[in-house]
Each structure stands twice: as C-alpha cells, then as structure tokens.
C-alpha cells in the first residue's frame, strides 16, 4: 500500500472540525495538524483530541501563548510537512491564502465559499471526480450546490433530465452561531431570482438547466429543497427512484420510517452513533416524490454542515492522484463513514467517532 | 340607498373577528352580532367594542352565565335576525351548521376550511364574483388559494399565463395559538405532493393549471408562496408587473422600501394604522420578480389572518345580491378597508380601527 | 385652558412612532413634525399619516431628496417650533444631541438607552413624577427599569418592601429587526450578575433594594419579569394584590381570562383596538401570584415596545410645568391611551389608533 | 471481579436510549436488551446497534412482524433475563408497569415523571445514593431536579446553604419531537408558583429551603437556571466555586471559553465528541457567580436529555447492591463516560461512542 497521504487543514471551524474526523477516518490519510486563529473552545478541544495545532498567524502565535494553548508551530511548519492542504477558513478569506499554498507548489482543496475563479475547478465527486485528478487545486462546491448536483447528476445519467426549478430553503444560521447572527420569527427571501445556487452548479457541470430561488428560514438544521422538474419524457416513479438510488450518497425515506421533518431525520443520525448527528447523504423523501406526465416534483435535506465532507475527502484523493477512479474513491469514503445502504444499515466499524 | 345588509356572525375566532370589524366598516352593512361559545378573553372584549354576543349552543348558555358574561341570545336568535350568516366557526364545524342555515332559508357564506362540495360554489372577488350573485351560499377560499387564484388570474387576464409551479411555505400556527401549537427549529413538509391547494384553486377556476408543493416552517406571520411560471409567450418584465397591477389587491414592493422579509411587512401595516397589522393585499417584490424568456419566477407575502376578509366582505354583497358587479363591490370594499393606491397611500378616512 | 404644548420628536423608531401616536391623542399637546434620517417605509408612512417631515442631517437632506420624500425642513427648523423635544434616536445618539438642545435652552427627554448623568434625573411617573416638574430635562428609564420600579413602587408604598431579587427574561430583537439581530433556538445569560437593571432602577429611587439577573430568550414579544421579594413582614396574598391595584398601570391577570403566555396577551391587545396592539401596563398573573410567610413570588409582562409611552407623555408635562400634579398628569394619559380599569373594560372614545 | 450487572430496558425513548449507551460503557454491566412498541425509525436503528429488541405489548408483537422488524421475544421474556430493569417509558406509563416487576421481584428503577410515591425512594448520586443500596426500587429524579440537588448538596456539604429561590427556564419541547409540540414567540410561565421542583428536591433532601418559579421557553437544547441563594454567613467567592467543584457533576465554565450561550456548550460537547453531544454536567458560569455579602446568585445548564444518565447508572450499582459507597460508583460512571476534570480533559478511552 502507498504512504499515506498527509493532510493539512487550515480552519478548524464548522466544516474544518469535520473535515479532521473524516480524514482520520481514512485508511489512507494521516492528519497531520489543524491551523487556526482562535483561543476558545474550539480551540482548546484539539488537546484533547491529540490533533496537532498550528497558529495560523503571528498575532495566533502571541493569542495562544497568553491563553496558556500550545502549539506545535505556525502554519508555515504546517504546510511544510503535508501533501495537501484543506483550506475551510471563513468565505472569503481562503483567497487570500492560495498564493502561499502556490508558492509552495502545494497542493490545495478550497470550499464553496470562494469563488470558482481561484481553483478554476469546481467539484462534486459523482459528477466530476475524473477531471481533478492530478490539479494542482480544486473547490468542494456549497453544501446547497452539491445536493443540486448530486441529484441532477442522478437525472441526468438516466436520461430524465431536461430542466430544473428549485425552490431553497436555507437554514439562517449555524447552531454554535445562533447566538449572535439568527432571525426570528420571519422568512427572508434572497433579493434575487435566480439565486446563486444555479449558476454554481453549472461550475461543476455546464450542461445543467437549472435555476434557483432561495429563502431564509428560522432554523438551523439544516437546508430544504423542492424541487419542479422537466424531464425528457413521461417516466414511471419507480425509474424515477432507481435513477435516485444509484447515488450511494442519496438516501430514500419512507414514510413508515415516521421521518416526517428535519429535526427526526437529525435525531436519527444521532440515534445511528453518526459522529456529530451527521448527515452526509441527500435525504430524499420517496413517498413523497411525484411524477405527473413529464414532470417530476420532489423535496429533500441537506445538512449544511455536513453533506460537503465525503466531497472533501475524495477531492483530496483526486488531487493528489492517490486514486484516478471516482467510483473507488467514493466507496473508500463511503465505507469510512459509514455511507451505503440506506438509513438502517449496519454502521461501519470504523466510524470517525472512534478514533 | 337600500337597507344595510344585515350580517351575523357565527365564530369569533382568528378570522371571525376580523370579519367583524370589516363588516362594521361598510357602509351598506351592519354587524347584528356574534356567536361563540368559548368563555375566555377573545369574548370578553366584545362588550367593550359593542358588538352583542350570542351563545352558540346550550352548554354556551351555561358557561357564559356561569362566567358573567352577558349574552344578547342563542344562535337562533342570531338567525332570526339577518340576512346573511358568515360562518367562521373551526374547519369542519361549519359543515354541521349547514343545515341549520338551509331550514331557515338564510344565504351563508363558509370560509376555506370547508370543502367546495357543501356550497358548490368557491370564492375569489375578481376571479368569479359574478357568478356568485344571488347564490344561496359560497365558500371563501382559503388564504393560500385566495392568493394563487388573484395572481394566477391576473397573469391569465393578460393571456400569460399557461402553467405555474409553486412552493407554499406556510406559518406553522397562527400566534394567538402559538403557546399550544407550534414547531421549533425544524421544517415539516407536507406528505403529499402536490398538496391540496392547486386542486383548490380550481375550484374557482377550473381552467388553472397549477401544481403546488407545500411545507410548514417555523414562524408565525405569514405564509410566503414561490412561484415558477411557464408563460404563454416570451414577455418583458414590466408588462408581467403591470398584469399585477390590475388587481387592486396585489401590492408590488420595491427594494427601495427596504421591505426584506415577513417582520418588515407586517411591521408596516402596522405603522399604516392598519387594524390588527393586517396586510389584506399579495405582498409581492416586484425589484426580485424575474422574466426569463418565456419563464416567470417571483416570490409573495401571504397574510393568512387577513386575505381572506376583503373577499369575505364582497361574497356577503354578491350572494344577498346586493351588488351585480364585482368591480363595484371590491371597489367599495377596498376604500372601506383602505386597500389600494400601494403602500404608501393616504389611509382612507374610514378604517375599521376607527369603528 | 392654556396653549397646547408643542412636542417635536428626533428618531422615528420602535419608540419613536408610538410617542408621535400618543402625542397626537393628547388634548394638550400638539405633535409639530419628525426628524429621522431614514429614507425607508418608516419614514414613507408619515405623509399619509400626515406628520411632517424634518431632516436630521445634512446626509439625510440629500437622500431624502433622492428619494423622493418630501421634508418640511431640517432638525433645526423642527427644533425652533417646539416647547420640548423627546429624543428617541437610537442608543448613545441622543447624547449627542443634547448639546444642541441645551445651546436652543430648549426642554428635552431622552429615552433609557442614555445614561443617568446626562439629564441627571430618571423618571418613572408614579414614583417621581414631582421631581422631574419644571426640570431643564428628563430620561425616562428603559422598559425593564420602568416596570421594575412601578411594581417595587407600588410594594413599598403600601409598607411591603424589604428586599426584592428578579430573573428577566429579555425578548432578544424587537419584531421590526428579527430578520437581521435574533437569535435562534438557544439562551443568552448576560455575561454579569447583577444586571444593570437594579442599579438602574435606583437611579429613579435610591432606596430600593432590587438585584437583577437577566437572560437574552428567543422571542420577539415581551419581556417576562420573576420576583423573589423579601417583604418588611407576612401579608396576606389579597393585601398584595391591592397594594398592585393601587397603580392604573398594573392589570391583574386572572386565570378564567385564559392568558395563558405571552402571545395571548398580545392578541388581546390587537383584540381591544389597542394602536398597534401594544400593553402600556405591566401586566401581571394575579392568580400565579404566591405569599409564603414573609416571601412574595410573582411574575409579569412587559411591552418593551410600549411601556415608556406613558411615561414620555407624563414627563413631557413635567419638564413642561404644565401640571404639577403627577396623578392628574397620569389620569390624563391614561385617559387618552385607554388605559386602566382592567383588561375588559370599554375604550376610551378618544384612541390614538382613531387619529 | 463479580458477574456483569445484566440490565433490561424498557422504553427506547430520549432517556432510554442513552441509558442503554451509557450501560453498554460500563465495564461491569451488560445490556441485555430493550422493550418498546413503536415500529419506526427509532427502534430500526437496534439491530444496527446489535441490540435485542422486545415487543412491549401483545399489539407491538403484531406491529412489528407487521413492518418486519425482528425481535427477541416480549417484555416478559426480557425480564425473565436481567437482574434489574430501568423503566424509561413515558411519563406516567412506567407506574403501571410496576406490579409486573414486584410480581417477579425484580429490582427497578423509575425516571422523574413518576411520583415519589411509587417506589419510596428518590435518587440523586451525590446526595443520597447510600440509602438506595440494596432496596427493591428507586426513582432518579427530573431533569430539573437532579440539577437543583446536585448543586444545594454542594453549597450544603460547604456549610454554606441557608436557603435557595430558582426560577427555572425550561426548553419547550425535546428536538426530536419539535415538529409536533412546540412553542412559538411566545414564553408559557407555570400556572403555580412554586413549582413542583422545589417540593421534589425535597423528596430527596427533605432538609433543602428551596422555592421554584418556572417557564416554557422557545429552545429545545437545554433547561437554564437562575438562582438567589441566602448563605449561612457572608463568603468569599473562590469559596463558593471549591464547594462546586467537590461535585464531579458541576463543571465551571470561565469566560475566556467563549460559552457564551446554551448553543455553544452543546456544539462542544459535539466537539468533545460525546456521545449524541450530551452534557451530563451541571454546567455553571464561574465568572458569573456573584457573591453580595449573604447573598449569592448564580446560573447553569441543565441538559435535560442527558443529565440523568449518569445518576441512573449509579442507581443501578445501587439498588443491585453491587456498590456500596456512592463515590466509588460516581468514579466508575464519570470514567466510563468521560465526566469529570472540566470540559477540556483528555477524553476518556471507552466512551459511550465507540461501543
């Protein structure tokens, strides 16, 4: 077997956190350390954790030395010592590290809140794992665009797909965050129609016509989408379904599972033993789904925090070329963490929440 | 001038209350009284406001005397003395009441939570007033068919409308229930797609070819519709708004009203002087609508406390006959209650809050 | 009878809109005009509301032009026609002004964002009305302070007050901005015990002996209060009560109302005419309500929104020296709020919601 | 070392199904499986888990052949097998299941929504776990009440608690079910004051002065208390903070943590990687406390999903009479779940987790 491949994550935020546990989850990853900026709890769990830290920046460096955290250097050890870094820091501020990452000729995976420009490679594994082989760089798409194009993709290579209308409903904000940043007892539609939503998944694939319109909800579990679609021609719902089912990373729910809203699909991760109540998977509800002559109308959840990590994971195996075949690369993660098979699958042993 | 329409009321609930002040603010109506039979609060208030209450059933009797509240009669007294009765009694109460009203040869007039079958005819103003008059009954739709039918129509009158899509987000309960009955941090989709408003619409108007998904969120203000629409023909924007603008009772909102979400709405009507912050119109952002080729996307405010009471008022005008052209009656029926001109109109000078 | 008192107002918001309402319902004052900034629906209204306008700033002059509002001036203009301006700019923006009302020697009231030394006097009508009389100017305390004094004012003047420890639990955002400052699904202690309530409180009277804990709670309502209270000896539960009684702004909720919480009580409010459905009075459960030995227990709502205005209305006569009499000042506002005799008793004929 | 305690579980609800992690920790007890009668989501999970499962009732047989779902035998069969059975039923279910277990003369333990009464005995490890050793039953007292003793007993052991007033804040509904019973922008205060807590804790310490006030908030992740306590004598605050942590149960929170709000303490428990993200610690904000001569105030966490998990695992221990000294007991149950040495220790190898 091959050395395993070392990674890097610079941000230990809501997807670097879970980015780390995906990848000591893998046979063939070794974390080697978290940079990050912050001396709170966040922070102070990583000891506890036996994750290596590294300040992310010189006033980092001074922070955690007056709050008593240690570190094991600064992010330049860090990135001297990876094959790969994966960089979650906050929107916007990733762009400005990718000039040091170049500069090292240092392999790099950035998220979906950066613009498709910096990597000039937007990726989602079962639509586009192939062509990130070998780059130097490419981007996870937003959690709101991989669950677009995980199920389109799934149309789309059964012949269904002709055009798509989504309607987003966006969580307002993060759990740990609902303190400070949160709306209240209102909706707040997104100013434009179309949201940006559709044009990002033509990122990963240019052929898909597709259009959003997104609302903020008051909630923070998780995202819901419902989706008006066109298909090429009259299909039966159960083709409709194996079109679905032959992404291991959409799940179908029936309704004798009484997983009738967010919140129950989100306990049952918790009841599944899923490493922070994860859901990596597009929970569709089958039942649900319609067909009406050509077209197809369906609703599904996204777990905003989550469903972009098995993408990390293979877009680090692609870049740094460990693995040229999507579908392998998919069903390594997918074992990992315990993805496949449905909802009342045996869960893997090797879950992120043993190590 | 003929004699005021005599109008009872049987239900001061959500709805029934705000019948009561509309009817009040008419000029060729008067409010005979109310039937009820809970005790609480939203009873004792009637004494202050002047309105006589009747006891809608035996145990009402009781209650209320053992409560101290006077009553003016029973429901039988009630009937005797009008000429039309608005039953705004808990879904599927008012379907019981029916026969009552039929012995006694009385016009009534039910609200959405019934079904089209017990009138045989449903309601919206400027969809089909006219066919109406002189009815002994008709149902008013409810609030997010009321809504879907006054847009759909106006889109239909231009000769744009082919077929529409939309997705309901609907309040979870309305806030004087809130404390029993609400949802917390969760979305709950409805199980079935589509749900029952696209078939309800066409009651009004067979010929809509309309689809609806919908979804209970975690607020209680307002529902708030998205709509995808497959026009009859490439438009241009602002010959889509002025469709729209047709219809008295669709207000069109421009981003320089700083009028984001829900809270902001409601807080104007509020600041309009509007009785019970109600916003009687289809709120819809006009800046966010979005033409593209022969597709319409936009997004509306739905008060599901207050839509439905202007089109109350005028079925009260065309089933007693009162008024043969829906043009007339919405016309009085909008000064009365201050709709109409937009937002920012000079508030007519005989609101119900001045009753 | 004299010369209407000439009121000009600088902030048209949450406070500001209802000061500008119960001013309008004075039969001796006259509300001159408004000087906001804002170029939005809040301000949009004043035109049919019929209130002039006046810029609050050279900026403001500008943007409004672009906008297309009309204004009667600036704040200068506005401030050379009043006898007394109330400053309901947002927190720690009034200070600023005062300079400019001192230099005019012009009265002015600020609201309980400012601190005590600015005006060097705190009021709360019915503790301290006499010594705000003929003062260059006032602040009326905050929502929580007010209620807190009134209810502790109204213990200690019936003998009953010793010592007093209350939990507050604080509506995090007012209902206009819960699109943009909420929180969601969780609870925020403020970081210090005691909260600056209680020394806040003894700004209007030094002797009470209050201690405050206060808590941020996702809803957009109210404010609720819990008091432990120490008494000077055992009472009985009905001496308590008309001890409360003796203030006309405390109501004394009963259990056969059925206000269960706090949305039901504002329901009420919406459903009594009250302008924007607000509660002026500290409206406590009198049922709840629990003597133990020397021990009270007890629990009330606070309006945040609503609560002060009677309180500005009563110091603007103060400052003015047009009454002397702190309970002839508060009969009056009373009077023209409809406010006092309980929950249920007829409206007043002279409503600020019928100006 | 003896034979595994062989554990029986009735009722795989919010409590139930952490009581069985938290026994499957426990190197001296074996969970031999779990009763219920619920066919969905909740109870497909077992056989994932490799938990038996036992139809609850003759119905529940049928019901689960019904959706095929395997299972071990019924209720009976269950107790035939075990040494002790925890009822976890919903409340007020488990009192009627009490006979079956006398009949058999097994040993029981019930959760806090039975009555004192039923068993005779009520259960806080710290404080009175010696006179639980060897009974037939024992009840481990609510959410609320677990938290209110283990924090008295800590004053008390201290010499410092005279007597103590609480208002509680208490989430509205537990997540899983807030799609059905929540509450909405409102707060529901208790009809009584006090409320029954204070009179439970008194089941456990009848010694304990302790008066509670409490109220329904809108959040689902946690209980927040507020306390006013009179001390014995003034103290100092390092004083007070020792006394809280003799008790491995309290965990303090310094503000340099940036737990700032409910939210965050659960995000790091998730981050912690605990098991479902379960705070089984009081947790108290130390920067917080305040000390005023006699007087002290503090506020706390209860998670009221998790908090009597541990005290139910010592039950256990208890009433088989496999320990005799409570603190041996709380070592072994802090050590298998990684309770104890603050929130940032090393966790503990054999968390629930990883079993």
């Given at each position: 077997m091959d050395r395993s491949i070392r990674v890097g994550l610079n941000g230990y935020g809501v997807i670097g956190k879970r980015v780390a546990d995906a990848v000591k989850a893998q046979a063939d990853m070794t974390l080697v350390g978290v940079s990050d900026v912050s001396t709170d709890w966040r922070i102070r769990v990583l000891d506890g954790m036996r994750i290596p830290l590294f300040a992310g920046t010189a006033d980092a460096v001074r922070a955690l030395v007056d709050a008593g955290i240690e570190t094991a250097g600064g992010l330049e050890d860090l990135l001297g010592d990876v094959d790969v870094i994966v960089d979650c820091t906050p929107k916007h501020i990733a762009a400005g590290n990718v000039p040091i990452y170049r500069d090292r000729g240092l392999k790099f995976i950035l998220q979906?809140?950066?613009?498709?420009?910096?990597?000039?490679h937007s990726f989602v594994a079962e639509a586009n794992f192939e062509t990130a082989v070998g780059r130097d760089a490419t981007r996870v798409v937003s959690c709101n665009t991989t669950a677009t194009v995980r199920t389109l993709t799934a149309l789309k290579r059964a012949g269904l797909l002709l055009r798509a209308r989504g309607t987003l409903l966006r969580r307002a904000t993060d759990p740990w965050e609902s303190h400070q940043s949160g709306i209240m007892n209102t909706l707040v539609p997104?100013?434009?129609?179309?949201?940006h939503q559709g044009p990002d998944a033509q990122t990963v694939d240019p052929d898909l016509d597709v259009v959003t319109m997104a609302v903020k909800v008051p909630e923070t579990i998780a995202h819901l989408h419902y989706w008006a679609v066109q298909m090429t021609r009259a299909a039966k719902k159960e083709e409709v379904l194996d079109a679905l089912r032959a992404s291991s990373r959409i799940v179908l729910m029936k309704d004798e599972y009484g997983l009738e809203a967010l919140n129950t699909v989100k306990e049952l991760m918790a009841d599944s033993g899923r490493s922070r109540s994860d859901l990596y998977e597009v929970a569709l509800w089958a039942d649900m789904l319609k067909v009406q002559g050509e077209e197809l109308f369906y609703a599904y959840m996204v777990d905003n925090q989550a469903i972009v990590i098995p993408e990390t994971i293979d877009a680090i195996r692609a870049v740094t070329g460990r693995e040229v075949s999507g579908r392998r690369s998919i069903d390594a993660t997918d074992a990992a963490l315990g993805i496949?098979?449905?909802?009342?699958?045996k869960p893997h042993p090797r879950t992120p929440s043993a190590s």
């Open positions: 979906g809140g950066e613009k498709h420009a910096v990597t000039g997104e100013a434009e129609i179309p949201s496949g098979g449905g909802f009342f699958a």
